[in-house]
C-alpha cells in the first residue's frame, strides 16, 4: 500500500521503457512526475501515438493519482470503541 512518500531513486521501481514504455509514463505521471524525461516520451512515441495520444496517456496518470489520494482521504478511519459505563 502506498504510504504517501516518493518512490526509491534505485532500484527504480518502474517498468523498464523499453518493453513497457506506456506503463512507466502513466507511473511516473501518478507518482513522480518529477522524474519523466524526455526519454521516457520518446520510448513511448511511435508513428501512430499523436500529441492528443499522449495527453490521453498523461491524463490518464493523472487521474489514477487522483483517484489513488482522494480514497485514500476519504477512507473511514478507526475509532476506539465507546466505553461502557457502570
Known amino acids: 500500500d502506498w504510504d504517501g512518500s516518493h518512490p526509491p531513486r534505485t ?6 521503457r523499453r518493453e513497457r514504455p506506456g506503463a512507466r509514463l502513466a507511473l511516473l505521471v501518478a ?3 518529477y522524474r519523466i524525461t524526455d526519454a521516457d516520451v520518446a520510448a513511448w512515441r511511435r508513428p501512430e501515438h499523436t500529441d492528443h495520444c499522449l495527453v490521453h496517456l498523461v491524463a490518464y496518470g493523472a487521474f489514477a493519482a487522483v ?3 482522494e480514497t485514500a482521504l ?6 476506539p470503541a465507546p466505553r461502557e459505563t457502570s
Not at 11 to 16: G, R
Not at 74 to 79: D, G, K
Open 11 to 16: 532500484p527504480d521501481p518502474f517498468p523498464d
Open 31 to 33: 507518482l513522480a512526475p
Open 74 to 79: 476519504t477512507a473511514p478511519t478507526a475509532r
Open 67 to 69: 483517484d489513488r489520494i
